[in-house]
């Protein structure tokens, strides 16, 4: 080995030694974020200090302010130096020369024109640099430079504890709500043609109530009046039946006799039996005009969109027949399936959460309110809890979701933003910030949500201080480290 070779190494390793014993620290602290390295600090010998000053709000590079450092001894002496401006965006080099050893306090203070911080942390002087103890091993993170961390929309927050609801989840399903949707049959039997002025109602057409749909040349005798005359009176005495129903739950539900769902379901059962008699007494109306021969209009009875129209111009059809159907999906029910054994956790349903499947998004709908819970399982021990809500989204009826719902009383749990949860390969993790460029992938067991946050019940303590905007730029950082931008000279 040729002694060139041997003077090679020997600087190597003495670069690398004088990088390993490189100290750090980072403080979060009124509003600034201090991320320091420096060489141990030794009595005597001067310190460069590389300070990184972060501001918080909007996790800015600091431009301007002067910046002066207090180092306090444990006697009470203090040595103070200053820098007028950064040396470089974000940047100061202030050089300290400690007199005397022991642990001091380093004070922080950065003035600027709008404000002043002040941060303080303990740092240890030692007398000698024999006296410096050897660099502990770290476990290995990712490392994320403050140049990149200022170049790009990236935010961090600690976690804290808050108090969030243990949840529970179920499989959903939309549904047209009672009353908004129609069946248009026809009144008796006769030709379809369509509306005079319109064309054929083709699924996807928007019809206001009133509007014309269909026109049957009547083919019927005076059976077809009798038949639609019963069937009016049929639906008309469950209609007085609902409304005296609904008259007499009221009154008990006000006297806290039975409970309020109790309502909610005699509420719907009533909507239903009023639209059966509209349909009903819309059918009679139109037979009874075909006395004088005139063709029987089909109107729309509701606001919404034509969702079926299974027959075509010129066919013959039978009283009863289907002809259209319209939907009203302003406002729609919201299925969710419960198993029995969900039941004893859910005895007041509360904060409506849904999230369509593989979408890691949840969303509360608007203006949800529970129309009824069922008395009873059905055959497969399901017990339907239906809410009504405003379908702003537009959700198709039909559309699987997936429900969450508060499920107890709110407890205090350590919790961070919602935007700090990552799905890396199906597992839930957080980028933990250990120091100003160390950073941590942290796999955690995830609980209930509110306002915006996630409960974690494992993985992360309070304190923590975790990536809220930027988070996936760091995980990736961490699988292609060549990728890193090395331009990170001092």
């Known amino acids: 080995m040729s ?4 003077t090679l190494l020997g600087l190597l390793w003495c670069l690398a030694a004088a990088h390993a014993d490189e100290q750090d620290f980072t403080v979060w602290e009124d509003g600034l974020e201090v991320f320091a390295e420096h060489p141990p600090l030794v009595v005597g010998e001067t310190a460069r200090l590389l300070v990184h000053l972060t501001l918080l709000d909007g996790q800015r590079p600091v431009r301007e302010g002067r ?3 207090t180092l306090t001894a444990p ?6 130096v200053s820098a007028d401006a950064p040396a470089r965006e974000g940047i100061y080099l202030p050089e300290l020369a400690p007199a005397r050893a022991g642990e001091h306090e380093l004070l922080l203070e950065l003035a600027q024109p709008e404000r002043r911080h002040r941060v303080a942390v303990p740092v240890v002087v030692y007398a000698s640099a024999d006296a410096v103890p050897a660099a502990e091993e770290e476990a290995e993170g990712i490392a994320f430079f ?6 790009m929309a990236f935010a961090t ?3 804290r504890r808050e108090p969030i609801a243990p949840r529970l989840s179920a499989p959903a399903v939309v549904e047209a709500a009672a009353g908004r949707r129609a069946e248009l049959s026809a009144p008796a039997r006769g030709t379809l043609r369509a509306a005079p002025g319109q064309a054929w109602p083709q699924p996807g057409r928007r019809v206001q109530a009133g509007d014309a749909l269909v026109q049957i040349a009547p083919l019927a005798g005076a059976e077809d009046v009798a038949r639609l005359q019963s069937d009016a009176e049929g639906a008309r005495a469950r209609a007085r039946l609902a409304e005296s129903e609904h008259q007499r739950v009221q009154g008990l539900v006000r006297e806290g006799v039975i409970p309020q769902r109790r309502l909610q379901e005699a509420e719907a059962e009533l909507a239903t039996a009023r639209s059966a008699l509209r349909a ?5 109306e139109a037979v009874r005009g075909e006395r004088g021969g005139e063709p029987l209009v089909l ?3 509701l606001d919404g969109v034509v969702v079926a129209s299974p027959l075509a111009p010129g066919q013959v059809v039978e009283a009863g027949a289907a002809v259209a159907t319209v939907l009203d999906t302003r406002r729609v029910w919201l299925r969710v399936q419960l198993l029995a054994q969900d039941l004893p956790a859910l005895s007041d349903p509360q904060d409506l959460r849904v999230r369509r499947p593989g979408s890691g998004a949840w969303e509360a709908p608007a203006e949800a309110r529970l129309v009824y819970r069922a008395a ?3 055959a497969g021990g399901i017990l339907p809890l239906v809410f009504e809500v405003d379908n702003r989204d537009g959700w198709p009826v039909g559309l699987p979701l997936i429900a969450s719902l508060a499920a107890g009383e709110p407890v205090a749990q350590v919790s961070v933003p919602a935007a700090a949860v990552l799905d890396d390969d199906g597992v839930d993790v957080v980028i933990v910030q250990r120091g100003g460029e160390d950073f941590e992938r942290r796999p955690v067991r995830l609980g209930g949500r509110a306002a915006g946050r996630v409960a974690v019940l494992a993985g992360l303590a309070e304190g923590e201080r975790v990536v809220t905007a930027g988070a996936y730029a760091v995980l990736l950082a961490g699988r292609d480290p060549s990728a890193l931008d090395h331009g990170h000279a001092h």
């Open 157 to 159: 927050e600690s976690a």
């Open 280 to 284: 009903a007494e819309q059918r009679l």
């Open 376 to 378: 009873a399982l059905d």
């Open 67 to 69: 910046l002066t450092l």
């Open 75 to 80: 006697d009470g002496t203090r040595q103070q």
């Open 3 to 6: 002694r060139w070779t041997i």
């Open 146 to 151: 403050k140049e990149q961390q200022w170049r």
């Open 299 to 301: 109107r729309a009875p």
